[in-house]
């Protein structure tokens, strides 16, 4: 039985030998991606990126330009995971409601984000005129 084994593998090797190599994809059929991955690897590109600059610059620049640099960031990072998870919102109804909420969630944290450092429009425009516009 010991010996036996051997030559029944060697048998079922030449009785199939197409299957095995059939099933190993190509090389270059391994290199190629998909128009979704190039757009996720742009993204974390850009991403990426963004902080870079921001450590860039640093000392240089005022907050207010580091934390739109954090809001571009969490955008692209947001529209990201739309393309990465958009497909199952398609065959998962449920799905597709979670994403439009966190989509809403998104745009009301950067509005937020927004709001809270705008300067008011009115306090501006008495300092700027102390007369408080009158002749």
Do not use: N, W
């Amino acid at each position: 039985m010991g010996r036996g084994l051997p030559r029944l593998a060697l048998a079922a090797l030449a009785l199939y030998p197409c299957r095995a190599v059939a099933a190993m994809p190509s090389p270059a059929a391994a290199t190629l991606i998909t128009p979704r991955e190039a757009f996720l690897a742009a993204a974390i590109a850009a991403m990426v990126g963004c902080g870079l600059f921001s450590i860039v610059l640093s000392g240089r620049a005022a907050p207010r330009t580091h934390v739109a640099l954090a809001m571009l960031v969490v955008l692209i990072g947001g529209f990201s995971l739309l393309v990465l998870f958009g497909a199952s919102a398609q065959a998962i109804p449920s799905a597709g409601v979670a994403v439009l909420i966190c989509l809403i969630g998104l745009f009301k944290l950067m509005s937020r984000f927004e709001i809270q450092r705008r300067p008011d429009s009115r306090l501006s425009i008495r300092r700027a005129d102390p007369g408080g516009g009158r002749e």
